[in-house]
């Protein structure tokens, strides 16, 4: 099934061993926890078709990358393929590899080094019919001013596309990888996987911008595993889809490890954004953060659920997580679900949800003060995204971000000029918050 | 015809929830002029506040407000605004990532002014009250002390150059040296631009040196004493009580109101949330 796929031995074996393994793997029901609320019974995997070989012709994938500056690396992956890959001379003299997993020694130790098991069905697929793997690999010592920057591009209809990127910050090296998800007006299913390992006192910032069509179903995967003294920080900007799912594993393997997690999302019409976190600890005086932001407008739905683990090694843990939701129509619908697993003492965890419409008194006070309904309900909201945004890992995202808001908001203020309406009055709140110190 | 300059409070009378407040209060302030309004806690003196400006939980049911001849009960919040009203609050709302300057902006831009050059205007204010340029692009009032608020809020008022000022509780949480700048800048207000100041207070101090023209004392929802800034001495050597014994009213016979919750969760925590509660549906 996935012979023909381009890559080294030792992948081919993967793809083979996944593809004969499929049948005892059940597809996900929503009666799993980490399924709950998903759209994950729409899928029909009949609709859609693995690609076998890149379709098209190798036109260059025009976009604009230079909010990003010099740049230190650039792959772009077009529907599971590398088409283009770029260096700059002084990462390649100081030995990063950016390209196809294939063409690098390091490909074998790289592939399942942070996802050592598939999360789920699509974490098997993705192996079985992923074709080219896109490996970032940051030498122990190096430190990278300037970001790599990875383009996957989706643009066949009623494909099943498979991208993986794998990466590789090593011992005390440091290195900011965006990768900028995106697709034309197609009716296909993208199924992402990041792996990304961080060595001992290593930096790893990712961020991921994910601006599929309107259309499109996603199911992704991200699994960072952190070593000693390492950090990750990962940043997601989820706005894209008609069903957008993340899940992100941040695993925190050696003593010291610390784990940011970001992310802002904006549900606009039909779709649903859902994001999955598990913030695993599994060494002495780890630290995670955690901070997802959402806003929620026409009959968008998000889900946020997320686990905290304190694994019994774990001790001197210190663990925060926070979601938060605005609801900016009365069809608007977020779930927010916190959970801890704490298995040893000496920890300090938290978390926090909530799910509300605009404060009534931050827009009366803004009104007071002579600024109309709607742009002060839009100074709010560029306001709530504030401190996420400032977690993005270079200002181009940021801004990425800060622009796809915008647009949001135009389009907001667009529905309510035609409509003639305001906001909606803010009814019962349908929101639960917690905070709780253990 | 040209319209008369007054800012007209008439037979005002209003309720929170299924509590009536206001049972119809009378007062005229006109340019220049400085008013204040003293009472008991829970005479309605805050709501008098809100009600001028349209707060949402404050529902007026009878009576009518006038700025320059503006039905102000007829616009929304934002319009009296730019008819002229300003509001000082008492507790001044924090807004997280909203700079003073965008709302200052944003608030420019809706009267079709522009939205550049008034940050000039913001520092020279802020220069004004003795009062760090900083707050201008700090996000509005966030952790910020109680007599920050207020400055920040004198610091809104001198940007938007507003016709009739109500001032509620501006005095509170402010130490001696912010009271007086604050009622300094007030003063200078009046006289510059010709504002005229409804100021609601607890207490005399703000009247030191901000000396009111007429000072009302409201209790029970209703305006049952009027005098010059002789009357603020009394109140503050005899209380309440024995002014209003004066007037014929037992004073501080009504409850403290306070407005119903309309929301639980803003953008902020809610510590008062319950943790076993079931997740949001």
């Known amino acids: ?438 | 015809m040209k319209t008369e300059r007054v800012l007209r409070i008439e037979g005002l009378t209003a309720r929170v929830g299924e509590t009536d407040i206001l049972h119809g209060v009378d007062l005229e302030v006109r340019p220049g002029e400085v008013h204040a309004v003293m009472g008991p806690n829970g005479s309605g003196k805050s709501t008098l506040a809100h009600v001028l400006m349209g707060r949402p939980g404050y529902e007026v049911t009878g009576g009518s407000v006038t700025l320059d001849g503006i039905d102000l009960l007829a616009i929304p919040t934002w319009e009296r605004a730019r008819a002229g009203l300003f509001l000082a609050l008492q507790h001044p709302t924090e807004v997280p990532g909203v700079s003073l300057e965008s709302v200052i902006a944003e608030a420019a831009l809706a009267v079709g002014r522009s939205d550049t050059g008034f940050r000039d205007i913001l520092v020279a204010e802020a220069a004004r009250i003795g009062f760090d340029e900083k707050f201008v692009s700090r996000p509005l009032n966030v952790d910020l002390s109680g007599g920050e608020k207020k400055r920040n809020e004198m610091l809104m008022m001198g940007a938007l150059r507003p016709q009739y000022a109500v001032l509620d509780e501006i005095d509170s949480g402010l130490d001696v040296d912010a009271l007086a700048a604050v009622s300094l800048r007030l003063q200078e207000a009046t006289e510059e631009d010709g504002l005229g100041v409804l100021a609601i207070t607890h207490f005399s101090r703000l009247l030191e040196i901000l000396e009111p023209d007429r000072v009302h004392v409201l209790a029970s929802g209703r305006i049952q004493a009027e005098g010059g800034s002789e009357l603020a001495e009394r109140l503050e050597a005899e209380g309440y009580a024995g002014v209003l014994a004066e007037a014929g009213v037992s004073a501080g016979l009504q409850a403290e109101v306070t407005p119903p919750e309309v929301h639980v969760a803003g953008f902020g925590d809610d510590p008062f949330a319950d943790p076993l509660a079931d997740p949001v549906g």
Not at chain 1, 100 to 108: H, K, L, R
Not at chain 1, 393 to 408: G, I, K, N, S
């Open chain 1, 1 to 438: 099934m996935s012979a023909g796929l381009p890559g080294p031995d030792w992948l081919a074996s993967i793809r083979r061993l996944t593809v004969d393994g499929l049948d005892g793997v059940a597809h996900p029901d929503t009666d799993e926890e980490v399924w709950r609320y998903s759209r994950i019974g729409e899928v029909d995997l009949d609709q859609y078709s693995p690609l076998k070989r890149q379709r098209g012709s190798d036109t260059v994938v025009q976009r604009d990358l230079s909010a990003y500056g010099e740049m230190a690396g650039v792959v772009v992956v077009r529907n599971g393929w590398v088409t283009e890959v770029t260096s700059s001379s002084d990462s390649v003299k100081a030995g990063v590899y950016v390209g196809p997993v294939g063409n690098t020694s390091d490909g074998e130790a790289l592939f399942g080094a942070a996802a050592e098991e598939p999360a789920d069905l699509y974490g098997h697929l993705n192996r079985a019919f992923g074709p080219e793997p896109v490996a970032v690999v940051v030498p122990d010592g190096v430190r990278l001013e300037t970001p790599i920057v990875v383009v996957v591009l989706t643009d066949a209809d009623r494909a099943a596309v498979f991208p993986r990127v794998l990466v590789r910050c090593g011992e005390d090296a440091a290195a900011t990888v965006v990768e900028l998800h995106t697709s034309t007006e197609v009716d296909s299913l993208v199924v992402p996987v990041l792996e990304a390992t961080v060595g001992r006192g290593g930096y790893l910032r990712h961020g991921l911008v994910q601006e599929l069509g309107s259309r499109v179903f996603q199911l992704g995967h991200q699994a960072f595993r952190v070593d000693q003294a390492g950090r990750i920080d990962a940043f997601v900007a989820g706005l894209g889809g008609d069903y957008a799912r993340t899940r992100t594993d941040c695993r925190l393997v050696g003593r010291g490890a610390e784990g940011r997690l970001a992310a802002a999302y904006f549900g606009e019409r039909a779709q649903t954004l859902d994001f999955r976190t598990f913030q695993d600890h599994a060494a002495p005086d780890t630290r995670s953060e955690l901070l997802f932001k959402g806003a929620l407008d026409g009959a968008s739905r998000s889900i946020y659920t997320g686990l905290i683990r304190v694994r019994p090694e774990a001790v001197r843990t210190v663990a925060h997580q926070t979601n938060r939701n605005v609801k900016l129509s009365l069809d608007a619908w977020a779930e927010s679900v916190p959970n801890l697993e704490i298995e040893t003492d000496d920890v300090v965890c938290s978390h926090a949800s909530t799910v509300s419409p605009v404060d009534e008194d931050q827009r009366f006070f803004l009104e007071s003060r002579g600024v109309p309904t709607v742009a002060a309900e839009r100074l709010l909201l560029e306001g709530f995204f504030e401190d996420v945004a400032a977690e993005a890992p270079h200002p181009a995202v940021a801004d990425a971000l800060r622009q796809a808001l915008a647009d949001r908001l135009d389009r907001r203020d667009v529905a309510h000029r035609e409509v003639g309406a305001v906001a909606p009055e803010a009814e019962s709140i349908s929101g639960a918050g917690t905070e709780v110190p253990s």
